[in-house]
């Protein structure tokens, strides 16, 4: 079979735009990389050269009929915009993290997407990794019995990180959204779908004063616009419930806690964050021990979820990190702040199917092992 690859233009060149830049030119045959662009002319010059694609305005962008997927790496604040144009112009968007900042503008880019008969996918994809699918067979192997109970806490310093990043500080940039959705990502995918979730919260320094002396914004107050302190419950559909605990205002000394429980069993995950992080299982009576990986893309693969969804245009099948779970983590997370507005329970309105897992045992070895991407198509 002769692989006909999708071809993709990279909207934004800013600090993420170099793992997907490399994977998407040297690790992925599904899609092929043309084009770039950047406010920042000399961001999107550089990147350009450095991998050998066009650079190009976005409005070029959107006139080439050539180009049939945008991979959006631009900031939160806007996503909508560049993901409406390009769902307009009757491209696939595979986007980074989070799919919007209001929950509207999320579910209009849903309808979009379904009235131009285009795909729409959204990160995080490193639900796709060794470590959350290797995690997905210990479960659909019922490793743990019947799984009845989750943990999730995460802890972070945006004092420092939201200095360097601003959007950080924003609506639709705080913790939950930008670092939480990965634990509810990866919850997403081998959970299913939540039904209500219940939430406190609260807004820690409010007024702060930007202390980085490397950054325009030095000197100057900076106001954190929504809660950087969440404690929530989850139902899930399945029965499952899930205690979780967000707070930005810590140390920077990161503790990643997530951990299934299960009536014959604890399945003990890493960092979501990352596609490598050791899987643990402990059985009664007996220490925890690290679970072998089952699947591959153990490195950072970011870009996978974009390759599997033109694997999925390309075989004509439902792509895994679908834009149904995007939208319904996305609305899980904004229902936690309702809640914690209203002080009242939120019943979630949307559902999805939950992804398959990827095919098992394709682990890079190099030329004496099987190709990842193989489990991809």
Known sequence: M???PIQAAVIGCGSISDIYLTNLT????AVKVVACNDHNQNKMTEKAEKYHIKPMSFDDILADSTIQMIINLTNPKSHYEVIKAALEHGKHVFSEKMIAVDLADGQ???NLATEH????????????GGSIQTAGYILKNHLIGTPQSVVVSLERNFNIFGDIFPHLNQKGGTMPFDTGCYYLQALASLLGPATRV?????RYRADRVSPRVDKPWFGKTVQVEDDNILTAIIEYANGVLCTVHFNSESIINERKH??????DGILTLGDPNEFGSPVYLEKPMSEATQFPFTHGFQQNSRGVGAAEMAWSIIKNRPQRASMEMAYHVFELIHGM???VQTGNTYALKST??????????FIDNGFWGPTEESALV
Request: positive net charge; contains cysteine.
């Open 2 to 4: 002769t692989i006909t």
């Open 26 to 29: 040297q690790k992925f045959k």
């Open 108 to 110: 209009a880019l849903c």
């Open 117 to 128: 008969h285009v795909r729409l996918g959204v990160a995080p994809d490193t639900f796709l």
């Open 198 to 202: 219940s939430a406190f919260g609260k």
């Open 258 to 263: 997530l951990e299934i429980y299960g009536s």
């Open 337 to 339: 702040y309702k809640s």
């Open 352 to 361: 999805f199917n939950q992804p398959e897992l990827l095919p098992e045992g």
